[in-house]
């Protein structure tokens, strides 16, 4: 795409320290070339990327995220945590895909230490790649305002896609057949609209009409959580006092109860979507129901 001046694009590395990190350091002492594009950050593991990492990246105006971690197989760790990684790309690449970003701005690659040639290819081809993408967002046609509502709807779910990968999105057999097998099939498609597709169109549309906590009380609100303050085992209690009062639970007012009753957000978000009694959509007092319900 044509943009109009010289677009030089931003890219966010995660490289495993022992494997990639490595390989890219090879090529750079063997005088490979390939584009500066890349800012470098270096983990354990590929296994430690976090789905936060990548959508912050994107958030702060990085147009592509690299994760580059040891083969299948060869990860130095027993957890095997590239095959985390993999799951884990598959599933952002989704949710990218979902909200309007091209997936071809996250790439997931093996590099063992010797492969210092791979990984200057790889980069040869990656930067070119996102150079023709453009900048995010702007690159596939999406207002800045519309990309950081969606990015902002992504990130507040963070907590919960995490559990939804881990709980109902694992691969049991630790093989690239199988994970490709199953986040390929239309099984994961199914899971994907119906654990998160859904949630994330009302997270849009809920932000794009700027649906805030103006509606709450914010005095009972503030009641209801000091009555059990720093008492996590209240957490059950208070959640179903705020949604009997304010009919539904925004985001902030979810955060208090975090910080209130140390709780971690994941574990709030377990309970109020788990059990049908708790929204996370704004309702009236009243419920229409029909007539076969
Ligand atoms: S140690 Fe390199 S991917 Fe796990």
Not at 187 to 198: A, T, V, Y
Not at 216 to 238: F, M, P, Y
Request: neutral net charge; aromatic residues 10%.
């Amino acid at each position: 795409m044509a943009v109009g001046y010289e677009f030089e694009p931003k890219i966010l590395g995660f490289l495993c320290n022992w494997c990639c990190y490595a390989g890219a350091d090879l090529a750079g002492v063997s005088r490979f070339q390939y584009p500066p594009d890349m800012r470098v950050i270096r983990l354990m593991c590929s296994g430690r990327v976090d789905p936060a990492h990548i959508f912050r990246a994107f958030s702060t105006g990085q147009d592509a995220v690299f994760i580059g971690g040891c083969h299948l197989n060869d990860c130095h760790y027993v957890t095997h945590g590239n095959y985390d990684a993999l799951g884990l790309v598959y599933l952002c690449k989704k949710l990218m895909e979902y909200i309007g970003l091209n997936p071809k701005r996250l790439r997931l690659e093996w590099v063992s230490a010797g492969e210092g040639i791979r990984f200057a290819n790889i980069m040869n081809e990656f930067g070119p790649e996102i150079e023709k993408l453009g900048p995010l967002g702007k690159g596939e046609g999406i207002d800045e305002h519309e990309l950081k509502f969606k990015l902002e709807a992504v990130t507040k779910l963070i907590p919960y896609i995490k559990l939804v990968l881990s709980e109902r999105l694992r691969v049991s057999n630790r093989t690239e057949e199988a994970y490709t097998k199953f986040f390929t099939s239309e099984e994961f498609s199914r899971l994907f609209k119906e654990l998160i597709g859904d949630k994330l169109d009302l997270n849009v549309s809920a932000r794009n009409q700027t649906v805030r906590t103006a509606a709450v009380d914010k005095d009972k609100i503030e009641r209801i959580i000091n009555k059990h303050q720093g008492k996590s085992k209240s957490l059950v209690q208070v959640l179903l006092e705020l949604q009997h009062e304010n009919q539904w639970l925004p985001q902030d007012v979810l955060d208090r109860v975090c910080e209130k009753l140390g709780v971690p957000l994941s574990r709030v978000m377990q309970i109020v979507t788990f059990h049908n009694t708790f929204s996370l959509i704004p309702k009236g007092h009243n419920e229409v129901l029909k007539n076969n319900e």
